[in-house]
Nanobody, 114 residues
């Protein structure tokens, strides 16, 4: 299983970014997918998740600003982030679960300047 996250970068507060997570080695369409983020010295926390059927769940801090989606043909998950805030600065990781085990992407850094 391989997950390749991309799309991070430096953006001003109020700006937008779209993260992508390309998956291989799994039957993508049946796997739940999620985005987490982590800042130095703190635990990795859930940002958003999407089930195989497309049901979504968001952390309260990003509701109304972030949108998670998936393209089963392209085997890719996305996180559209709008109205970014400095507190959204973190390394963002994608994750899936297969056979009861978590698989993580390598992370992509998002930096929001004030």
């Amino acid at each position: 299983v391989q997950l390749q996250a991309s799309g991070g970068g430096l953006v001003q507060a109020g700006g937008s970014l779209r993260l992508s997570c390309a998956a291989s080695g799994i039957i993508f369409s049946i796997n739940p997918m999620s985005w987490y983020r982590q800042v130095p010295g703190k635990q990795r926390v859930l940002v958003a998740s999407i089930s195989s059927g497309g049901s979504t769940n968001y952390a309260d801090s990003v509701k109304g600003r972030f949108t998670i989606s998936r393209d089963n043909v392209r085997r890719t998950m996305y996180l559209q982030m709008k109205n970014l805030k400095p507190e959204d600065t973190a390394v963002y990781y994608c994750k899936t679960i297969r056979g009861g085990r978590d698989y993580w992407g390598q992370g992509t850094l998002v930096t929001v300047s004030s």
